[in-house]
């Protein structure tokens, strides 16, 4: 598989720019991307000391991808310590300021993440959209009336780093989705780890992975909505932005709406950059009124793109019913 990123975003953004760093035997670029040679059978740091034709190169964003496509790692530069070096998603998850997010999530319906993601793994991550062998299904929002542009279903398994945002968000997102419960008398409790809560949704006939990749061209827009796929639903999800504001695109706005009960409904708007997620709830969070905690229900959505292309993906904890 040959990785291309639609835009400028990132340094290694097309297999060119990725041969140049290969012929220059640049240190900058071990870790961003693996170099694979066909005859050999073997994956490389781009600054590796081989020199092999271009004719017989591939290149790919993780050394598990390269491992994947039956490539070992090179004895001489051992590109598998480059991918270790780089820290685990599941570490960068453990050291946000979780009490910060919950807190923002209370009082707003919604937190940012901040930079999550490097940029080599956004556009690596938006640039799978192509590789058809990834996902169970592609949706054409405007045949169904949800907006404009597209997106797809990965299958399983799921492809490494979106499986390790779920299950490394999971847990602190529990802890906050068992407090909401409580606090809306909800009697639904959450278990802690994620193949525990995904144990009961297969029980339930849930079996279809939901984590989304969606694209947007000009003019697209996604209308206002609830990812609700079955009986059991988790409450929380996360959407990781993959291309660069004012890069990549303009316009296509991550909005938020809720409609609280007597009263008008509220919007938010929220500004993502490259690498950033945002969390908010799928279908309704407590709020605290005069007398006493309340719901109010909440839809999301993407406004209209005005240039370029943008790239979303979508955490969603819950699966689908078969």
Avoid at 221 to 238: A, I, R, S
Avoid at 296 to 322: P, Q
Wanted: hydrophobic share 40%.
């Amino acid at each position: 598989m040959t990785l291309m990123h639609s835009g400028e975003a990132g340094r290694f953004a097309s297999d060119d720019a990725r041969w140049e760093a290969v012929c220059r035997r640049d240190r900058s670029a071990d870790g961003a991307f693996y170099c694979a040679v066909v005859t050999t059978g073997v994956y490389c740091r781009p600054s590796c000391a081989a020199r092999p034709q271009r004719k017989n190169v591939r290149f790919y964003a993780s050394a598990a991808e390269a491992e994947r496509e039956g490539f070992r790692a090179c004895k001489r530069c051992r590109p598998e310590a480059a991918a270790a070096a780089r820290p685990a998603i599941a570490d960068r998850v453990a050291v946000l300021d979780w009490s910060a997010l919950a807190a923002a999530l209370d009082a707003h319906g919604c937190a940012t993440t901040g930079v999550l993601l490097t940029r080599e793994e956004a556009a690596a991550l938006a640039a799978t959209y192509d590789t058809d062998a990834l996902f169970r299904s592609r949706i054409v929002m405007a045949r169904h009336g949800f907006g404009r542009g597209e997106y797809k279903y990965f299958a399983y398994p799921l492809p490494d780093l979106v499986a390790s945002l779920r299950t490394s968000l999971y847990p602190p997102l529990a802890a906050i989705a068992n407090r909401w419960n409580e606090a809306m008398g909800i009697a639904v409790r959450y278990p802690h780890e994620h193949d525990a809560f995904l144990a009961h949704c297969r029980k339930a006939g849930q079996s279809r992975p939901t984590p989304l990749l969606l694209r947007y061209g000009e003019g697209d827009y996604n209308c206002l909505h609830q990812d609700v796929y079955g009986e059991h639903v988790f409450p929380l999800q996360v959407a990781f932005l993959l291309s660069e504001p004012g890069v990549d695109f303009t316009g296509g706005e991550f909005v938020l709406t809720e409609q609280r009960p007597r009263m008008q409904s509220r919007a938010e708007v929220v500004a993502l950059r490259q690498g950033e997620g945002v969390l908010f709830p799928v279908r309704q969070r407590p709020v605290q009124g005069t007398r006493g905690i309340y719901r109010v229900t909440m839809r999301h959505g993407v406004s209209r793109l005005r240039a370029g292309e943008r790239h979303t993906a979508g955490i969603i904890f819950h699966d689908a019913r078969a």
